[in-house]
């Protein structure tokens, strides 16, 4: 990318909360990262589950991505700190897992730890009807809060209890696969429905400015600084 790329990059990423950076990698190594996704999901994945984390843990294919110079390069944009990679996950929707991820902000799965920011990358070209990545431009600057919502099944999952933002306000980011997402940990964002019922795999890396260890991190054996 050209440094004038960088520069709008971080100018977006400051002023909406996420910014898209086309094709980080090529679709031939998505093809080989969906593979890789589907035997690790295979091998150490809960059965029948969507969501699986510490993927640059236990493969060297997600550990070389994290650490991608094309990523890494992308993010220093951004990150003028530094940049240390703390933990991954692949989210995978299908014909018979269709559910749209909630609103939420990330900073809630990590309270009072540094800020991070996270790339989602979809190793299959990502559309409203297979469950693409949904922001709200804008929403990284407001105050959310998270309450706990009992559902129809028994179990809870996290709400937002003062959203505020209109139809109008969401994006629905349709993009090609090994397109990157770079939000910021208080973006408002979700998925959409996979109605398409066609595979939708997408990468979620975690990273951080470098710093001592929280003890939040020690939870994440793959977490390496890239950019001191
Ligand atoms: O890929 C998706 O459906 C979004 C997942 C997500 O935002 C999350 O797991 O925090």
Known sequence: ????????LAARFERDGFAIAPDLITAEECDKLKIEARRVLDTNGRPGASVHLHMA???PLFRDLAADARVVETL???????VMFLSDKIVYKSADKK??????I???YWRNTRPKLSVWIPLDDATAENGTLTVV?????????MVKKGLANGEFHDE???ADWRDGDIVTCAIKRGTGIIFSDRLVHGSTTNTAGKDRYAIISTYQAPAADEPFDLDFP???VLVA
């Open 76 to 82: 220093q944009a951004v990150m003028p700190h530094g």
């Open 222 to 224: 793959a977490r390496k």
């Open 160 to 162: 937002i209890s003062n």
């Open 137 to 145: 431009p804008g929403s990284h600057r407001k105050d959310w809060q």
């Open 1 to 8: 990318m050209k440094n004038s790329n960088f520069k709008d």
């Open 99 to 104: 559910f749209a991820t909630p609103w939420h």
């Open 57 to 59: 843990a236990t493969s």
């Open 106 to 108: 990330d900073c809630f």
